[in-house]
C-alpha cells in the first residue's frame, strides 16, 4: 500500500519561516508532489522534486531525500494569503496515479 | 482558456438514485483521474484513465463507474448513491503520459449530498 504522513496542523506569523514535512511509504517512487488548497477551491500545484535536494520556486522551496523517505516544503515571507491546506502527494506503483496526503492545515497569524 | 470544467457544481440526490458527473478538459491531456475529498480530508483517488480507452481503479473505486469518453471527456457515475458518498468530487487531468513531474490540473469541484 501507500501512504503519506504530514501535521495535521500549522500556525505562523506573518513574515516568518514554516516547514511543512512529509513521509511516505509507496510500493514504487516516481518523486514528490506538492499542492495548495485554499477553503472552497480547488487545489492547485506547487512543486516537484523527482531527486534529492532542494527546488526554489519563489518564495516556495520544496526538499526531498529518498532514502529517508521524506520531504519538506519551506514557506518564507509568509503572507496572510499563505493560509490555506497543503498536501503532499505521491505517484506510487504507477506513475499514472497521484496518492495525496491528508493535508496540513496552515494558518497564518497577523 | 477553460482548463478543466467539471459539471453540476452542486447536486442534491436521494439514497439510491444515480447520477453521472460530466468532466472536460481543452488542454489536450493524456490522463485524467477523478478524487474525492471529505471535509478536512486530503483527496483520495476514485478512479483514473491514462490515457483515451483506458482506465484503471484508484483507492477508493467502489460504488463508482467511469467512462472515459473520448481524449477531453472522463465522467463519473453513481448507480445507487448512498449517504457514505457526500463528498466533494474532483477532476482533473495531467499532459504526459508518464512524467510524474507534470502538473494535475484541477476542476472547480462538484459539491454532491446524498440525503
Known amino acids: 500500500g501507500q501512504s503519506l504522513e504530514q501535521p495535521s496542523e500549522v500556525t505562523a506569523v506573518e513574515g516568518a519561516i514554516v516547514q511543512i514535512n512529509c513521509t511516505y511509504q509507496?510500493?514504487?517512487?516516481?518523486?514528490l508532489s506538492w499542492y495548495q488548497q485554499h477553503d472552497g477551491g480547488a487545489p492547485t500545484f506547487l512543486s516537484y522534486?523527482?531527486?534529492?535536494g532542494l527546488e526554489e520556486t519563489g518564495r516556495f522551496s520544496s526538499f526531498l531525500s529518498r532514502s529517508d523517505s521524506y520531504g519538506y516544503l519551506l514557506l518564507q515571507e509568509l503572507q496572510m494569503k499563505d493560509s490555506a491546506s497543503y498536501f503532499c502527494?505521491?505517484?506510487?506503483?504507477?506513475?499514472?496515479?497521484?496518492?495525496f496526503g491528508s493535508g496540513t492545515r496552515l494558518l497564518v497569524r497577523p | 482558456n477553460a482548463g478543466v470544467t467539471q459539471t453540476p457544481k452542486f447536486q442534491v440526490l436521494k439514497t439510491g438514485q444515480s447520477m453521472t458527473l460530466q468532466c472536460a478538459q481543452d488542454?489536450?491531456?493524456?490522463?485524467m483521474y477523478w478524487y474525492r475529498q471529505d471535509p478536512g480530508m486530503g483527496l483520495r483517488l476514485i478512479y483514473y484513465?491514462?490515457?483515451?480507452?483506458?482506465?484503471d481503479k484508484g483507492e477508493v473505486p467502489n460504488g463508482y463507474n467511469v467512462s472515459r469518453l473520448n481524449k477531453r471527456e472522463f465522467s463519473l457515475r453513481l448507480e445507487s448513491a448512498a449517504p457514505s458518498q457526500t463528498s466533494v468530487y474532483f477532476c482533473?487531468?495531467?499532459?504526459?503520459?508518464?512524467?510524474?513531474?507534470?502538473?494535475?490540473?484541477f476542476g472547480d469541484g462538484t459539491r454532491l449530498s446524498i440525503l
Open positions: 522534486n523527482a531527486l534529492d
Open positions: 509507496t510500493s514504487g517512487f516516481y518523486g
Open positions: 482533473a487531468s495531467r499532459a504526459d503520459r508518464e512524467r510524474g513531474n507534470q502538473p494535475q490540473h
Open positions: 488542454m489536450n491531456h493524456n490522463s
Open positions: 484513465s491514462a490515457s483515451e480507452g483506458t482506465t
Open positions: 502527494a505521491s505517484s506510487g506503483d504507477s506513475s499514472y496515479k497521484l496518492i
